[in-house]
């Protein structure tokens, strides 16, 4: 038996465990663990486990069937080879084991062999200390892996059969009572009512808590997240006052008292407060700046996540430490931390940002062996915002299959649980099951402390078009859309847009004559724009595991394909040069953000000078001019012959050319919010309409389009439900 880090390999009977419990794995991948092991650190060459896996006769395309099943085998071992603890690349050649392994033999262990630090032959020493990864992506999250095991061929070391005989019965025992546990083990839970608790329409997120008297949650009043909370038996909410304007509810203490409090708005680093909840002064905590953070059962230790990494710290954010973790990016935040009532382990949620990938992570109460809370579930990981019941005999968490909204998209969850069920020699964790489907999705909850009742948030988000009738100065209805995002007209006479929040692209004639659905999800298409002669459309668009990208379809409806830029960032907001030869987009990204130039028929990208930091380019319709917004909300021109850049205007939120090319349209405050036009002859600004009564849609996206009869159409918010409901659960 092989012994590393908290793995146990059994050579004999094929079975890989951690802490005592058996990880599920396939063949290939056992017999690669093997082979690495055998080798005591030395390179396995790519040749060699070609000609160990696969018999010649067997027909495979080797070279995906090596890295997915080592793949599997990190993911087994919560390895990454970005930062391999167990198993590293050799660049183009092979593997090797790079950890600490025992060998026990019976009743003897031979003394830990360091792999990290053997030397490897002398031609191949330098090789073998650059480690890289070569079949994974730089933000991705470990995947699922099979679920077969078998037995490696491999001769066995010397046999005590008095021990074998003995183990043999008390195995024979332990069968006998697991499969007795398992034919009367607890089912399931299941929702067997709801009630909604609120109405208010304001959107209340990211998180709730509950004492068991009260639910307390942050919602958005007059442009500012306020904490409230109502009564459990529902109510109109109550606002509690705070020292800063913003705030969200990210915990609640063991006793009761206080709440755990982040100064600012949502999905971002801010400063921690505790906020007593009968009476008292709301308490800084130290210089401690993070998203999300939560308290341990006994009150003595705090989790809390700064971007995407964890740290532990004691009640006060006091000696704090991080906490390793493999696979750190940039891109993967770190979210929910609930600590399992016992108070031994600690679940949270690693979520890449811009790809909606997420996976549940378990570490011990003192942050050690970070591991998947379901390394074999899922083919994509896609959980989230985790919730143990208060007697902790199950978790409650969010998976999610489709997006929806936009932008920014989301998931659409649904809520799953499954049993930690007691058995004779250690807990075992039952197979998920599905309590809740759509169409009210619920993205966050907590559990009342009896143990029944699950508060949960759900958000159902509504826009559309109104067109600006000039003769009555309102904003009325667009005609035969419903519910609808964005929207580009041909020169032809058809119409295309995106439906909301299914995040379809349809067009139809402009009598609404003709509707054909031209996307189907998984992929999510938002910001269409028709290319002068009617042939094509372009739009921006995500799918699940991808970041936006840049897609080109047809009037007719064959399926659109995706531009391969090689950009590794977000592509937002394209559009049509006049001549429909080229397309100007924005590379949205911390880093990288620009303007560049897509020319169709060489595929060759420029970028446009000085454009750095800016978004949402738009053509001006006689070839002259593509203006911008800067990151400081400036509506900029660039001169497309002399190379230069000219400021417009300040505190512009978007911007659409008229169709003569001599104004832009914008909505920003100047310094009411409105509507407003700016003529490029005197560069002067006139008030086109107010937007008093008007909600203006906030998601990320042109809000603002003209007709081809230069109408204005603006994107609004009909109607936006953020709601707490209360779940009732039979947990019998």
């Keep these: 038996m092989a012994l590393f880090g908290p793995y146990s390999l059994d050579l004999r009977s094929g079975e890989l465990r951690k802490f005592g419990s058996k990880i599920k794995m396939g063949e290939q991948s056992f017999r690669i663990l093997c082979l690495l092991l055998e080798a005591n650190g030395e390179m396995v060459t790519r040749e060699e486990l070609r000609d160990k896996l696969w018999t010649s006769d067997t027909f495979v395309d080797f070279d995906h069937g090596l890295n997915s099943a080592v793949q599997r085998l990190r993911d087994c071992l919560s390895d990454s080879a970005e930062n391999p603890r167990w198993i590293a690349t050799v660049p183009r050649r092979g593997y090797r084991f790079v950890g600490r392994a025992n060998w026990q033999y019976d009743d003897t262990i031979v003394p830990a062999m360091d792999f990290s630090a053997q030397p490897s032959e002398p031609s191949r020493s330098a090789e073998s200390q650059t480690v890289v990864h070569a079949e994974d992506g730089e933000d991705s999250l470990p995947q699922p892996t099979e679920t077969t095991v078998a037995r490696p061929d491999i001769k066995p070391a010397r046999v005590n059969w008095k021990r074998v005989a003995g183990i043999v019965a008390l195995v024979g025992l332990a069968v006998s009572l697991v499969d007795w546990s398992g034919r009367t083990a607890s089912p399931p839970p299941k929702i067997t009512r709801t009630m909604q608790l609120t109405s208010d329409g304001r959107e209340k997120f990211p998180q709730i808590m509950t004492d068991g008297i009260r639910v307390y949650f942050a919602e958005l009043r007059n442009g500012h997240w306020t904490l409230s909370a109502i009564p459990i038996s529902g109510g109109e909410p109550t606002a509690i006052p705070l020292p800063f304007p913003d705030a969200q509810v990210l915990n609640i203490s063991p006793d009761k008292s206080e709440l755990l409090i982040g100064e600012g708005p949502p999905i971002n680093d801010n400063p921690l407060w505790r906020v007593p909840i009968l009476a008292g002064r709301p308490r800084r905590m130290e210089s401690i700046v993070a998203h999300d953070a939560g308290w341990s059962p006994d009150g003595q230790k705090l989790i809390f996540m700064r971007e995407g990494s964890v740290f532990l710290a004691d009640s006060d954010g006091s000696n704090a430490r991080t906490l390793d973790l493999p696979n750190t990016n940039l891109q993967i935040w770190a979210w929910s931390p609930r600590w399992s009532p016992d108070g031994s382990r600690i679940t949270f949620e690693r ?189 921006y668009g995500q799918e699940l595991g991808q970041r936006w990208g840049l897609y080109l379809t047809s009037p007719e409806g064959r399926k659109a394909h995706r531009l391969d830029l090689e950009v590794a960032a977000n592509l937002l907001g394209p559009n049509w040069s006049p001549d429909g030869t080229s397309i100007v987009f924005a590379i949205s990204d911390p880093v990288q953000s620009q303007i560049q130039v897509l020319n169709l028929p060489t595929q060759q990208l420029s970028k446009i000078p000085g454009s750095e930091g800016m978004r949402w380019p738009r053509w001006s319709p006689d070839n002259k001019y593509i203006s911008a917004l800067s990151d400081k909300d400036q509506l900029l021109l660039f001169d497309l012959k002399a190379q230069t850049w000219t400021k417009l205007v300040s505190n512009v939120w978007n911007q659409v050319w008229s169709k003569d090319a001599q104004t832009i349209f914008f909505i920003g405050s100047q310094p009411e919010p409105g509507v407003f036009r700016v003529s490029l002859t005197d560069k002067r600004v006139t008030r086109v309409t107010g937007l008093d009564g008007v909600h203006v849609s906030d998601t990320i996206g042109q809000p603002l389009f003209l007709t081809p009869q230069d109408e204005l159409l603006v994107r609004t918010q009909s109607d936006l439900q953020t709601e707490i409901y209360a779940l009732f659960l039979d947990t019998h």
């Design 351 to 539: 979520y890449v940002m811009d790809k909606h990938l997420s996976s549940i992570w378990e570490v011990s109460a003192q942050g050690e062996h970070p591991h998947l809370l379901l390394p074999n579930w899922q083919e994509l990981p896609r959980q989230c915002c985790g919730t143990w019941s208060p007697d902790g005999s199950f978790f409650l968490f969010d998976v999610w299959k489709t997006l929806e909204g936009g932008p920014p998209i989301a998931p659409a969850p649904d809520i799953w649980a499954f049993r930690k069920q007691p058995g004779l020699l250690r807990t075992e964790t039952t197979e998920p099951v599905q309590l809740t489907v759509g169409p009210v999705h619920f993205f966050s909850h907590a559990f009342a402390p009896d143990g029944v009742t699950l508060f949960a948030l759900s958000t159902q988000r509504r826009e559309e078009l109104s067109r600006f009738d000039s003769k009555v100065h309102q904003f009325l209805a667009y005609p035969g859309l419903g519910y609808a995002h964005s929207i580009s007209f041909s020169r032809q006479g058809s119409v295309v847009y995106t439906k909301f929040p299914q995040g379809e692209l349809w067009t139809k004639k402009a009598d609404g004559s003709e509707a054909l659905q031209l996307t189907f999800r998984p992929l999510m298409a938002y910001g269409p724009e028709w290319s002068p002669d009617g042939k094509q459309i372009v739009f």
